[in-house]
T-cell receptor, first 111, second 112 residues
Framework: AQSVTQLGSHVSVSEGALVLLRCNYS??????LFWYVQYPNQGLQLLLK??????LVKGINGFEAEFKKSETSFHLTKPSAHMSDAAEYFC?????????FGAGTRLTVKP | NAGVTQTPKFQVLKTGQSMTLQCAQD?????MSWYRQDPGMGLRLIHY???????DQGEVPNGYNVSRSTTEDFPLRLLSAAPSQTSVYFC???????????FGQGTRLTVV
């Protein structure tokens, strides 16, 4: 079964600094990978997805992620953090019938 | 365009009570699913459905039932509520299969 592991339950950055949220996956087949964002008291919103078309995937709000098969990773980055990026971020992998999520990383942005 | 609508938003139950969490989508999506979200555990899949009349179990199905009589609706039933079912529940749908899911706003359930 597919699974993802997010490294770091909390990440804190200063406004304007690089954001790096880590995700490693386990899959016996080429995976479909996703990053979702959750703002307080809301549902999850899709940031970006990898479906094997390109290894560097660009998403909304300036985020991007790179699929690295050799490292089984799909880390999320943003060059310059904004206060509005403060949220919880989830990595997910989908199989034939289900989607499995990581435990989440809470991003704090300091002024 | 409503998307995925969950009701109620908040609910308090006593141990042993039963209730149904409602989920409806207006996007004609084939695939629907229920997750529970607990601190430090991310989202865990309870049940899913690949189409009307077809449901299957996810990671944590015990204590929950689902049915899918129409494409639009996918209710989640708690048979006999337990404090361990205190959680935030999310319904999600996607066009076909578990990709690009659209999520509802969640139902915060407390079992006392």
């Amino acid at each position: 079964a597919q699974s993802v592991t997010q490294l770091g339950s909390h990440v804190s950055v200063s406004e304007g600094a690089l954001v790096l949220l880590r995700c490693n996956y386990s899959s016996s087949v080429p995976p479909y990978l996703f990053w979702y964002v959750q703002y307080p008291n809301q549902g999850l919103q899709l940031l970006l997805k990898y479906t094997s078309a390109a290894t560097l995937v660009k998403g909304i709000n300036g985020f991007e992620a790179e699929f690295k098969k050799s490292e089984t990773s799909f880390h999320l980055t943003k060059p310059s953090a904004h206060m509005s990026d403060a949220a919880e971020y989830f990595c997910a992998v989908s199989g034939d019938n289900d989607m499995r999520f990581g435990a989440g990383t809470r991003l704090t942005v300091k002024p | 365009n409503a998307g995925v609508t969950q009701t109620p938003k908040f609910q308090v139950l006593k141990t042993g009570q039963s209730m149904t969490l409602q989920c409806a989508q207006d996007m004609n999506h084939e695939y629907m699913s229920w997750y529970r979200q607990d601190p430090g555990m991310g989202l865990r899949l309870i049940h899913y459905s690949v189409g009307a009349g077809i449901t299957d179990q996810g990671e944590v199905p015990n204590g929950y039932n689902v049915s899918r009589s129409t494409t639009e609706d996918f209710p989640l039933r708690l048979l006999s509520a337990a404090p361990s079912q205190t959680s935030v529940y999310f319904c999600a749908s996607s066009y076909r299969g578990p990709t690009e899911a659209f999520f509802g706003q969640g139902t915060r359930l407390t079992v006392v």
